[in-house]
């Protein structure tokens, strides 16, 4: 199943939309790391990232910058209204369940920035017996990590569910910068991760439900600012809330009602002095009331949402403000047979005007294991708080960036054997990038954001699984040109060929497995001067379950220590070691 291609738990077999899941088993796998680590495995992603797991990180979908992309936790959204973008290296890995991947926009269903894809991360749910779940494992560069989980639900005619989970991460980590770098410093820049979060829901009669959610996490990262003994350093938190009532108000309506908040705050201590400390918060509330109603086979979604964006910060005065978004939306989902049909509409009114968005998507079932999909979307950025009111730089005048995506697909699943290719091209217009000289006029001496730049982002997405001799093999191959139409060159950190190998085998208690890695060069800035070589790596992992609640796990990651660039004078972790030991029963 999958929720969130129509905002609504839907079958795999009828979803249109490009899409894919990270498990829990794959998780588990990945040992200590970040988020971007798991995330740049999968087709269609590439990461860049300033150093280490604790480090600034950007994560490209199709091409698609960062801000240019959606992210939920558990359907609430993350990010900072100043930026446009999450904060990835604040997210816990440890407390995350599954995470679902819709590539394509869907500023239809999601509204503004939904442009390259969304991703939704799932924290862990109770359900069935009371289950306790731990973690603790040891790494390279000193690395510690631990966590544990306890969940369940009481049943009954008044079920109560509940899962609390509490995670810390620790390293020493390695120097974020190589020589070259203005702010090069050789020490180590280490990072302390801690996160919590929970969920809670009552049956308050049948089919009426009432509940919770919550998830904090706070990041202490340290960082490269030259030579100077002092300690600099970032602090990064992310708090999710929410409260939902869900109910069953006639056999063919569900309705939702959901109040959520995020906050992001991050402060940066480049000296002892006062002015040596940056602060920046920013909150987002959100009111959603959402309706499924069932007509037959098909389905009817009606959606409201008010969105409020809020920033505080010890810098600029003319930051300190906020912005309101009402949102309008309906789709229609439906199946007749071999055909799949999908259709959505949305309106979306903020300070930058009235934005209407839609898309369609076709799919017809050849046989139960092979069909072919097309679909076309419009979708649009909005402009951020640094886009519209950073002082020398933003103007409220600033429009919204648009989106055009076409795209078509073929898929193959047997249950044994899965292949899929899809090809895509989305049209990007008015995008905001730094212009200089300023057309507003004076006082933009290092330029302005101002709307000029057009992109189309278009390539090829192929991926096949299949299990040989007991192997299960898997890759996926991206051949994309994601281009600055306005100047012909290539957008910056962005590949034209990039993929993943994995193969597996398990017998009896042991499993192990290979990943391979690999990127073509890419380019550190817009002229296309600046080339960052290619890379190849390799990862190997292997897990052994002693008894039914015992198992281990060792993964060596880079095992070649190969060096290689996602940004320029940024080091990236060389061979890496991980163990750990797992508990759970359910």
Sequence with gaps: MLVTATRTPQALADVISDSTIIDAEQIAQAGAGSIVDLLKRQRGIEVTRNGGAGSSSNVYIRGANSNQSIVLVDGVRIGSATTGAANWSAIPLTAIDRIEIVYGPLSSLYGADAIGG??????????????????????????????????????GEHSFS???????????????????????????????????????????????????????????????????????????????????????????????????????????YINATAAGYTRIDTKQSFITWQNDVTIGADTLQMLYEHRKEEVDTNGAAAMNRDRNTNSFAASYNARR??????????????????????????????????????????????????????????????????????????????????????????????????????????????????????????????????????????????????????????????????????ADYGTGALKAGVEVELSSARFENAANTVRLGGYGLVNLYATYAFTRDWSALVRWNNIGDKQYDLARYYNTPGAKFFAGLRYGYK
């Design 337 to 502: 047979g071999a055909h799949l049909l999908s259709a959505s509409a949305r309106r979306d009114n903020s300070v930058y005007g009235n934005q209407n968005t839609g898309a369609i998507g076709y799919g017809y079932q050849f046989t139960r294991a092979l069909r072919a999909t097309a679909s076309y979307g419009s979708s649009f950025r909005a402009p951020t708080y640094n886009e519209l009111y950073f002082p020398n730089y933003g103007n409220p005048a600033n429009r919204p960036e648009k989106g055009r995506n076409a795209e078509v697909g073929l898929r193959y699943d047997d249950g044994v054997n899965a292949m899929s290719a899809g090809y895509y091209r989305n049209r990007l217009t008015d995008m905001l990038v730094n212009t200089n000289p300023c057309p507003f006029g004076g006082g933009y001496t290092s330029g302005c954001a101002y709307n000029v730049n057009r992109a189309t982002l278009a390539g090829i997405t192929l991926s096949a699984a299949t299990r040989v001799m007991g192997v299960n093999l898997g890759a996926n191959a991206d051949l994309q040109d994601p281009q600055d139409d306005t100047t012909g060159k290539r957008l910056i950190r962005r590949a034209k060929r990039h993929a993943n190998v994995t």
């Design 162 to 268: 509940y899962a609390i989970s509490v995670g810390k991460e620790k390293s020493d980590g390695f120097s974020t910068t190589r020589s070259g770098l203005s702010s090069y410093n050789p020490d180590d820049d280490g990072y302390d991760k801690e996160n919590v979060s929970g969920q809670f829901g009552l049956q308050l009669a049948k089919g009426i439900e009432a509940g919770a959610l919550f998830l904090h996490s706070s990041l202490d990262a340290q960082y490269d600012s030259g030579l100077a003994a002092y300690d600099t350093r970032s602090e990064n938190t992310i708090d999710t809330a929410s409260v939902f009532a869900r109910a069953q108000l006639l056999p063919a309506w569900r309705s939702l009602l959901q109040y959520s908040e995020t906050r992001d705050k991050g402060a940066n």
């Design 118 to 155: 969304v991703i939704q991360i799932f924290t862990r749910k109770g359900q069935g017996a009371p289950a306790v779940t731990g973690f603790a494992g040891y790494g390279s560069d000193n690395t510690r990590e631990a966590d544990a989980t306890v969940s369940g639900s009481t049943g």
